[in-house]
């Protein structure tokens, strides 16, 4: 069976940095896109970032882009996210989450992504 486990999350002021990472297990790795998807208190899960089963594609949320940045280890089954310039509304549980189907190039439509890690909390204080 899938397993995700996020780590890296925690306290950190407002222009901050955090690198979140998801080892995974279970699956091939390398043949799945990966995603980052978060939930804020008392809102929906929003899509913040996914990769490509080979690391070639990404997509980001626009509240995202230019500040974070997804990447992949496909020999240690990780992927990691990347925060700069962190701001108050990046709080957030930020779950990992793998792709559904085999060789996608990732997607920014959070249903199609099957398992689920338990997430990792990320407050930015302002």
């Known amino acids: 069976q899938v397993q995700l486990v996020e780590s890296g999350g925690g306290l950190v002021q407002a222009g901050g940095s955090l690198r979140l990472s998801c080892a995974a297990s279970?699956?091939?790795?390398?043949?799945?896109?990966m995603a980052w998807v978060r939930q804020a208190p008392g809102k929906e899960r929003k899509f913040v970032a996914a990769?490509?089963?080979?690391?070639?594609?990404?997509h980001y949320s626009d509240a995202v882009k230019g500040r974070f940045t997804i990447s992949r280890d496909n020999a240690n089954n990780t992927v990691y996210l990347l925060m700069d310039s962190l701001k108050p509304e990046d709080t957030a549980v930020y779950y990992c989450?793998?792709?559904?189907?085999?060789?996608?190039?990732?997607?920014?439509?959070?249903?199609?992504?099957?398992?689920w890690g338990q997430g990792t909390q990320v407050t930015v204080s302002s």
């Open positions: 989450a793998q792709h559904r189907t085999l060789f996608s190039v990732g997607s920014t439509d959070s249903r199609t992504y099957g398992y």
């Open positions: 990769i490509s089963w080979d690391g070639r594609r990404t």
């Open positions: 279970g699956r091939t790795f390398s043949r799945y896109a």
